[in-house]
């Protein structure tokens, strides 16, 4: 397995505010696989994404990636994982607005050694006609490719998506899901997809259902379908 979680349990606060978000997870997911992380709000999908990304410590439990156990390691040790492996894309884009479509992608190319050839990024998502624009001037649509663009320079080898299409309607949302696939497809990159979006669901190799902190469902997905072909 590319990703190993090993009953994650995390928790926040004390006493009478305690409160369990992750009460024992154990999953994984093969190198180049995508995988849906599905359930309602508060269920602990997101928790568990900043899990696998380093950016949440756990109570107990373990995380591998590509044999490489993450939880307990030094924040230099952390930052140089996310440097090697990680891609992010976040609901929100978190776009630095006083830079163009092409600086703000061209920030996260000087993270890694080997990064993807930014012409071509560029031209694969759609993005040459608006690389001079700044964040103000795109659509929700636009803004989100250049977000999806930022996390792929890196040539990451884990891409882990937060509510990637939550603030874009239906056009939008199915455009990057397109994208997502595409980029799996061409890139290779393993995919980690958090949302309440139950379309997403027919396009991705595994889907894990979360409620409540735990896991209800988690099975490969044996009758996958085109993003083109989603129903809505």
């Not at 107990?60 to 044999?67: F, K």
């Not at 061409?186 to 409540?212: F, P, Q």
């Amino acid at each position: 397995m590319f990703v190993e979680v090993n009953d994650i349990k995390k928790s926040y606060g004390e006493g009478s505010g305690h409160v369990e978000v992750l009460r024992g997870i154990t999953t994984g997911l093969e190198e180049g696989q995508t995988c849906l992380i599905l359930g309602p709000s508060g269920s602990g999908k997101s928790t568990l994404l900043n899990v696998v990304g380093g950016l949440e410590t756990v109570d107990s439990g373990g995380v591998r990636i590509d044999g490489q156990e993450i939880c307990g390691l030094n924040p230099e040790k952390l930052s140089d994982y996310r440097r090697a492996y990680l891609g992010f894309v976040f609901q929100f884009y978190n776009l630095i607005p006083n830079l163009t479509v092409r600086e703000n992608i061209d920030v996260c190319r000087y993270l890694t050694k080997q990064p993807l050839e930014l012409n071509g990024l560029l031209d694969t998502l759609g993005l040459v006609e608006h690389q001079n624009k700044f964040p103000s001037q795109l659509s929700g649509g636009q803004q989100q490719r250049c977000a999806l663009a930022r996390a792929l320079v890196k040539n990451p080898r884990l891409l882990l998506c937060d509510e990637p299409t939550g603030a874009l309607d239906s056009k939008a949302s199915r455009e990057i899901l397109i994208l997502l696939e595409e980029v799996n497809r061409h890139y290779g990159a393993t995919m980690l997809i958090v949302s309440h979006n139950t379309v997403i669901k027919d396009m991705v190799h595994r889907v894990i259902e979360i409620r409540d902190g735990r896991i209800t469902k988690d099975y490969a997905n044996e009758t996958r379908i085109p993003a083109t072909d989603l129903v809505w």
